[in-house]
């Protein structure tokens, strides 16, 4: 009873904090249950079409939406509070028109982009459609989340993905032929009609589709970033993509399994780096950089454990998850895994950065690791095959790390964290991780480990005392 009364009490704030985490977690956990039922049903190539259909929308969306659902939406609502529904209607008018220019680009440059893409004319089409209607749902539950009405965007959320995910797997198990495009259209198709109906909510309530003042205000923040956002999708995504191109859609999917299972951590850290966020502030603001430090610390022996946990399981997760026909992927989760180290030391650090301006830095930084692993994957997947980009994934991301901590000690003038602290951190979690490959294949040694590993975790919970 105690526990209940206390979440009513909450304050408005913790309380939609606390549901929008819950929704992403519902939405993030639909799609690892599912998982197990798509690799099996479907053919190996076929789930790699998928993986690359998201990886193309992921990468397109920055232009083709001109990126309003990030920064740049929360503060517009800040500066136009007296006018937001007419600010997020401009947004959607500009992200429509941006749409309709990148769609018209590759509809009339179609036969060079499936050669590039692996993509289809169907798939090209659900592109754009998701474009046009996911951005308009995007945008509504941004100014929802600003407005603290937690109340609709559960519900929204939760139920499209329940819906969708039921959709998709009788769609796909009712199927015999085309799983690529019959999984994608089901997943979607609910998304879409849902974005369709908040799309014309949007233009009837917001009325300024077309807004001088707006169109320039998002342009003029907007353009100098797409840069970044496109860079750190290459980043992320430029492996996927050039798999696919030196290799075949049977690795993509391969490791775009193995991939997902190593961002898990990613999933559950977002939701607590926005608690992060506000504490590092206050820190900064008390030139307590002493804490700061201590607190990466903590936070990167937590996160190196649980890295190591997740590669330990690897062939279990996998087999799980994918079954014998992505086995090859079981070596790749602990070196992809161990990245994640390295994109939660940029996190922290990037929190400090964006707090004092400069971001034309931090766009150099992105677009340099990113150039960085494209040039390895192109001379390293066609001599090792697909396993390569798991390694210049590491190397990009250990680089990009680096590059942003010396960054922040530019802007700060001072240097903040001991880098022969983190030398050590990384060092040990990377030896374990390399360990856990060797393993792969001997279970009682991994298994004692990983018991030792969550004895660990128990121990060090009373003596780091890591709150946040």
């Known amino acids: 009873m105690y526990n209940i009364h206390s979440l009513r009490n909450l304050s408005l704030e913790k309380k939609s904090a606390l549901v929008f985490v819950f ?148 769609a796909v198990y009712y199927t015999n032929s085309s799983y690529a495009e019959v999984r994608l259209w089901s997943s979607q198709a609910i998304p879409i009609l849902i974005g369709m109906v908040i799309f014309l909510y949007i233009c009837i309530k917001g009325r300024k589709f077309f807004n001088k003042r707006y169109w320039l205000f998002i342009i003029t923040f907007n353009a100098p970033l797409l840069i970044h956002y496109l860079s750190q999708f290459i980043l992320t995504s430029s492996d996927r993509l050039m798999i696919n191109y030196y290799c075949n859609e049977a690795d993509v999917a391969i490791y775009s399994l193995a991939y997902l299972v190593s961002n898990i951590l990613l999933v559950f850290f977002s939701p607590i780096n926005s608690v992060i966020i506000p504490r590092t502030h206050k820190l900064l603001d008390d030139k307590n950089y002493h804490e700061i430090a201590s607190f990466l610390y903590k936070l990167l022996i937590y996160i190196g454990i649980f890295i190591f946990l997740i590669s330990l399981l690897s062939p279990e997760i996998i087999a799980i998850l994918g079954g014998e026909n992505y086995a090859g992927g079981i070596k790749i989760v602990p070196i992809v895994s161990f990245s994640t180290l390295f994109n939660v030391l940029y996190i922290y650090v990037a929190n400090i950065e964006f707090l004092y301006g400069k971001t034309y830095r931090i766009a150099l930084i ?103």
């Open 366 to 468: 992105t677009i340099t690791a990113a150039l960085l692993n494209i040039v390895l994957n192109a001379l390293l997947i066609p001599i090792f095959g697909f396993t390569a980009a798991a390694y210049t994934t590491l190397v990009a991301y250990c680089i990009y790390a680096i590059l942003h901590i010396y960054n922040m000690s530019s802007l700060l003038n001072r240097k903040i964290f001991s880098y022969r602290k983190l030398s050590i951190i990384c060092l040990i979690f990377m030896v374990l991780c390399f360990i856990s490959v060797i393993l792969s294949n001997m279970i009682i040694p991994r298994y004692i480990l990983f018991l030792i590993s969550l004895l660990l975790v128990l121990y060090l919970h009373k003596k780091l005392k890591l709150k946040v």
């Open 23 to 170: 929704a992403t977690a519902i939405s993030s956990g639909l799609n690892m249950i599912t998982t197990p039922f798509f690799t099996r049903l479907m053919p190996v190539d076929s789930f790699g079409v998928v993986q690359l259909f998201n990886t193309w929308y992921q990468v397109l969306a920055v232009f083709a939406t001109f990126s309003v659902t990030n920064a740049i939406i929360f503060v517009g609502f800040h500066n136009y509070a007296d006018d937001r529904m007419g600010y997020l209607s401009s947004s959607l008018g500009l992200a429509t028109f941006s749409t309709v220019i990148i769609s018209l680009i590759t509809f009339f440059t179609q036969k060079y982009f499936f050669q590039i893409s692996g993509l289809n004319v169907s798939l090209l089409i659900l592109l754009t459609l998701s474009f046009l209607f996911l951005n308009a749902t995007q945008l509504w539950i941004c100014l929802q989340k600003y407005e603290l009405k937690y109340k609709k965007v559960f519900l929204v959320v939760v139920s499209s993905g329940i819906l969708s995910s039921a959709l998709s797997l009788l």
